[in-house]
C-alpha cells in the first residue's frame, strides 16, 4: 500500500524512499513487531477463553510437559500470521506475483494447521485429523505455487536446480522442477513442525532462517549484486526481503509471549505455514539446498523421526529415546533452556554455513 507513495515522488521528493526494499524491509519489521505486540494480549485471552483446557500435551511425551504445559491456550500461530499479513499489505509491492505466491502458501499451510489445532481443542486428542488428508492438502496448495513460480521465471532456470558452492553447475529438472519443488515446501513445513515442541524452540531458528533468506532474496532479485556474487539472477524476488522482514517482526513479538513459561503455544497454524514460507521462498529463488543447510536444524529434527520410526518398525529398537530429536535430550536430563538455546547456536552456526554459500564459489 505504502509503495503505491512512489508514485507521488515527482511531487514530494520524500516518497521516493518507499522505492527502496531496505527501507520497505525495516517498515515491515516494525509494524508487525508493533502489531503482535498491541493485539497479542487480547488474543491470547480470546484463545485461552474459547479453548478452556488449552492445547492437549501428549501422554507418551515428557513426563514434565503434562504439569508445566497443561492449560498453556494454542493457535498462537494466529497472531504471527496476522502481524505479518498486515505489515505485508502495508510495505510489499502490491503489483509483485512472487509476493502473493509465497503469501498463498503460507496462509494455505496455516488454515491446514488451524483445522489441526482445532480438532486437537475440541476433540482433547494431540492426534488432529489424518495424516494423509493432511499431506494431501498440502502437496495440492505446494504443486500449484511450483507451477505458477514455473511459469513465473525466465527458462530454463526456472525449473533447474542450482547446486551452491559452484559457479555454473544447474541441473535443469523440468517438469520434475514441481514434484521436487512441492517436496521441499512440504518438507520444510513439517519440519519446523516437529521442531515446536519447547518455548520458544521454533521460533527464534525461523528468524534466523527469514532473516539468511531475506539477504539471500534481496542479492538474488538485484542484477548486481548477483552478478558480483555470481548467483542466479530471479528478477522480482527482491520483494521477498520485505515478507521476510514481516516474518521477522511477527516472530519477535510472538516470542514475546512465547518464552519460557509460554503464554501460548504456536500450534500447527503458526508452524507449518512459516515453515511452508520458507519452502516457498526458497524455490522462488532457487536455494532450495542452501534452504538445507540454514534450516538444517529443521532436517535434523525431521530426520531423527525418521530414523526412529523405521528403526522401530523394522527391528523394534528405538534409536533415540525419544524423538523428535529435543525428547531425547530432555529424557538425558538436559533442562529446557539449555535445550532451546544450544539448538539457537546451532541454527546460528548453520545460517553462517548457507551464507557462506554465496561467496564460496
Known sequence: MFYWLTELSDKVSLFNVFRYITFRTG?????????????????IDLLRLKQGKGQPIRADGPQSHLVTKKGTPTMGGLMILSGMLVSTVLWANPMNPYVWIVLGVTLSFGLIGFYDDYLKVTQQTHAGFAGRTRLVAETLVAVIACVALARLGKPPIATSLVFPFFKDLVFNLGIAFVIFGAFVIVGAGNAVNLTDGLDGLAIVPVMIAAASFGLISY?????????????????????????????????????WFNAPPASIFMGDTGSLALGGML???????????????????????????????????????????????HHHYE???????????????????????????????
Open 219 to 255: 542479492l538474488v532479485g538485484n542484477v548486481e549484486f548477483s552478478k558480483y556474487l555470481q548467483i542466479q539472477y530471479v528478477a522480482g524476488t527482491g520483494e521477498l526481503a520485505v515478507l521476510c522482514g514481516a516474518l521477522i517482526g511477527a516472530s519477535l513479538g510472538f516470542l
Open 279 to 325: 519452502g516457498a521462498i526458497a524455490v522462488a529463488i532457487k536455494h532450495e539446498i542452501v534452504l538445507g543447510i540454514i534450516g538444517g536444524l529443521f532436517v535434523l529434527e525431521a530426520v531423527s523421526v525418521i530414523v526412529q520410526v523405521i528403526s522401530f518398525k523394522l527391528t523394534g529398537k528405538r534409536v533415540f529415546r525419544m524423538a523428535p530429536i
Open 331 to 361: 529424557q538425558m536430563g538436559w533442562t529446557e533452556p539449555q535445550i532451546v538455546i544450544r539448538f539457537w547456536i546451532v541454527a546460528v552456526v548453520l545460517a553462517l554455513a548457507g551464507l557462506a554459500s554465496l561467496k564460496l564459489r
Open 27 to 43: 517498515g515491515a519489521i516494525v509494524t508487525a513487531l508493533v502489531f503482535v505486540f498491541l493485539f497479542g494480549g487480547p488474543i
